[in-house]
């Protein structure tokens, strides 16, 4: 059996109820934005690039209301050994990143993002996506606050991309990792029933529908999480900046294979050029993928994903022993299209395309030979981010 995952309307009532005990009051406003996997378009945004991810159902709810005086009370039902699951925020100098749990960061970096007064406040976090799993658990925190404090103050009038950039920028700031645009952006603008491609560059959408009801995503959590993380991402895209100079380009997106023969004839960095040749094939898999979506070719679509996990393993190194076994593992299954390691890497999920008549045989397979122990989820595409209502009020 794949996770159960609750629907938002037993999710918000678990929120409430959670707020109620621990504040003593009602909440009156109500948000939530989603998690994301991506499907093919790994390591490209950040090269203005194109990628293209769903938004998931599994979400990041918020409830909560205005709190008058300068100082917000949040409180989050994720328990951790080693950090507190409330903190208490001064609005007049949220930007002091010295206090408070290493979660309330992300909401300090979105206060200090937003476009807009944005007033104190009480305030539940509550959420189905896996913390650090690879599924954008960060940009649906970041999303979810930037809706609730649109909800709670004064409407905004900033532009659905120029919010995506300030949960951006809360990330750089405030998390201390360059990560591109596609999370956020996707946890914004997600549709049911479709895929987004979308142009990192231009900032522009492309909705694609998965709609054929023999087709299914499947997530496979590998439950890892590599240490190096931080410090391989951010190398990663330092990589990729210097092949950009070196070709006298503005980024990868503009570059092409001809341009990894300039490299090498200059003898550039071998990791440089391994980089760049993963960045502006992956950038091509994903146009070609796009296309062959749309045209139900299901079969090429998962050729390019397995395509896609090599690079990302042999020219980008940021896979890893499990989710290279986890590949594997699915791909061995008749019915199985196509499956890749998803996300920035080093452990976190794998996403899987394939008919419906064979998730159970996938996952019986990866749980009989998989060495750790795995989570799945079968996920359809999902709304972004949202407000939702009480239905009582
Ligand atoms: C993380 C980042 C994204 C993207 C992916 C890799 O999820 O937040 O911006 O770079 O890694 O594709």
């Known amino acids: 059996m794949s996770e159960k995952i609750p629907n938002v309307a037993a999710l918000l009532e678990e929120t409430k109820t959670i707020f109620r005990n621990h504040f003593n009051e009602e909440p009156l406003q109500f948000v939530y934005a989603p998690g994301r996997v991506n499907l093919i378009g790994e390591h490209t945004d950040y090269n203005g690039g194109f990628v293209m991810p769903m938004a998931l159902p599994l979400i990041t709810i ?27 925020l001064d609005m007049e100098h949220i930007t002091d990143k010295s206090t408070g749990p290493k979660w309330s960061l992300y909401v300090r970096g979105v206060i200090a993002n937003y476009i807009g007064t944005a007033p104190a406040f009480k305030a539940v976090i509550h959420s189905t996506v896996p913390i650090g799993g690879g599924l954008a658990s960060s940009a649906a925190l970041e999303v979810a606050v930037y809706y609730f404090l649109d909800e709670i103050g004064e409407p905004s009038k900033a532009t659905v991309v120029n919010r995506a950039l300030a949960c951006q920028q809360a990330e750089h700031e405030y998390a201390g990792v360059p990560c591109g645009i596609m999370d956020q952006f996707v946890s914004f603008m997600g549709k049911t029933r479709q895929a987004l491609l979308i142009d990192c560059q231009k900032m522009t959408v492309d909705y694609i529908p998965l709609t054929d009801p023999r087709i299914v995503v499947l997530i496979t959590n590998s439950n890892v999480k590599h240490e190096l993380t931080g410090g391989e991402y951010s190398t990663r895209r330092k990589q990729c900046e210097e092949a950009a100079q070196l070709l006298k380009r503005v980024s ?135 407000k939702l209502c009480d239905c009582r009020i």
């Open 62 to 88: 918020i409830v909560g209301k205005k709190n008058n005086g300068s100082k917000s009370y949040v409180y989050t039902s994720a328990s951790t050994v080693d950090t507190s699951q409330e903190a208490i």
């Open 252 to 386: 990868l997106r503009e570059a092409t294979t001809h341009d990894l023969d300039y490299l090498k004839s200059i003898n550039a960095n071998e990791e440089v050029i391994k980089r760049a040749k993963h960045v502006i094939s992956e950038n091509r898999r994903t146009k070609e993928g796009a296309e062959m979506l749309k045209q139900g070719n299901y079969m090429g679509f998962g050729r390019l994903m397995a395509e896609s996990h090599n690079s990302l393993r042999d020219d980008y190194n940021v896979s890893c022993s499990e989710l290279d076994d986890l590949v594997e593992l699915a791909m061995e299954v008749e019915g199985v299209l196509g499956s890749r390691m998803t996300g920035a890497g080093f452990g976190g999920c794998t996403v899987t395309l394939l008919f419906s008549n064979a998730v159970e045989k996938v996952m019986d397979n990866i749980r009989r030979k998989y060495k750790g122990v795995p989570t799945f989820y079968i996920c359809e595409p999902s709304e972004g981010a949202a």
